[in-house]
């Protein structure tokens, strides 16, 4: 029996490899992010990790979307 749902794995790997590269970036920049401005206006350490949450949330988001548009053009499943 085939199986009709194979993955390509080409495809796979590349999409995971560079979900993990953009994630690491966004991610980074995030958290840089809310402790810059907390420390810029001095604001404490509370309030630089709620920021740093914020913006870590917003990021995933972003990498949601960056999923979906990757997995859009670029098929995770081989064609029939």
Known sequence: MSRTNSRNLRATVTV????????TQVLGVAIAAGWAIAGLFELGNTIGYVLMGLFSGLGL????????????????????
């Open 61 to 80: 988001y972003m990498l949601h979307g960056f999923w979906k548009q990757a997995t859009s053009v670029e098929p995770l499943n081989k064609p029939d």
């Open 16 to 23: 995971v490899s560079a979900l993990v590269f953009v994630a």
